[in-house]
């Protein structure tokens, strides 16, 4: 038997852990932090000295060895490997779990970057300075996302809009599965920060609205409201 402990920062994609965790039914406890500037706090580097969450850290009370698990992606492959015997989430048409894996890279791999990119300007656009400083950078700003990470957004979501449309209202094999709880933060995140417009996306509106109609989905939003400010 191993003991699972969620290191969960506030607004963050451990939520996404924490939905994962509640879909498989598996025991967790949750140790949460809270930003400080928007920044996960010194502590964290306690446990991972990246000091990023989400952090999970498997206890074999047999043995009583500790694993300390990051990245998303790869804590997603591990529950899956080891805690998702009936195949639920990573599903068990081998070419269908293989395109579960692939999503699982290319969330942080591809779609993050741009999109964290857009974040950036965001900010710095929201503090430029005094005018008429603040009209060159936010110009500067805009000139440098129009160069790529803008496009690179719109390239990356009309991308998952088709394979949402084509795999029956889910991105594998038209059932719920591990890659739409992973692809659920960028995704909510890009609409919610204005880097694209649900409108414009039908399915992956549709998508969304259907995923978080998932009993997985409440259950982890209950667990979590104790731990965000
Ligand atoms: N690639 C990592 C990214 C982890 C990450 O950047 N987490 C953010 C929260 S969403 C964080 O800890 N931010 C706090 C900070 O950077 O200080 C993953 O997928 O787990």
Redesign the pocket.
């Known amino acids: 038997m191993s003991k699972i402990t969620l290191h969960y920062?506030d607004k963050?994609?451990?939520f996404r852990v924490l939905w994962l965790l509640e879909h498989l039914g598996l025991e967790y406890n949750v140790v949460p932090y809270v930003?400080e500037n928007n920044?996960?706090p010194e502590e964290?580097k306690k446990i991972h000295p990246l000091?990023?969450?989400?952090i999970l850290e498997i206890k074999d009370e047999q043995t009583g060895k500790t694993k300390i698990v990051?990245?998303?992606?790869y804590?997603f492959q591990y529950i899956l490997e080891n805690y998702d015997q009936e195949k639920i989430l990573s599903l068990k048409d081998p070419e269908q779990a293989e395109q579960v894996q692939y999503y699982l890279h290319y969330a942080?791999g591809s779609l993050?970057p741009p999109l964290l990119m857009e974040y950036v300007y965001s900010l710095a656009a929201q503090s430029p300075g005094p005018f008429p400083l603040s009209y060159l950078v936010r110009g500067v700003l805009d000139k440098i996302s129009g160069a790529y990470s803008r496009g690179e957004v719109k390239n990356q979501i009309d991308y998952l809009e088709t394979e949402v449309s084509k795999n029956e209202g889910y991105f594998v094999g038209g059932q719920f599965s591990a890659a739409d709880i992973l692809l659920s933060f960028p995704l909510q995140m890009a609409f919610l920060r204005g880097f694209a417009q649900a409108k414009d996306y039908p399915h992956i509106k549709k998508w969304l609205e259907s995923i978080t109609s998932e009993k997985s989905y409440s259950a982890a939003k209950d667990s979590a409201a104790q731990y965000e400010s």
């Open positions: 920062l963050s994609r451990a930003r920044r996960a964290l000091g990023r969450s989400p990051t990245e998303s992606g804590i942080e993050q």
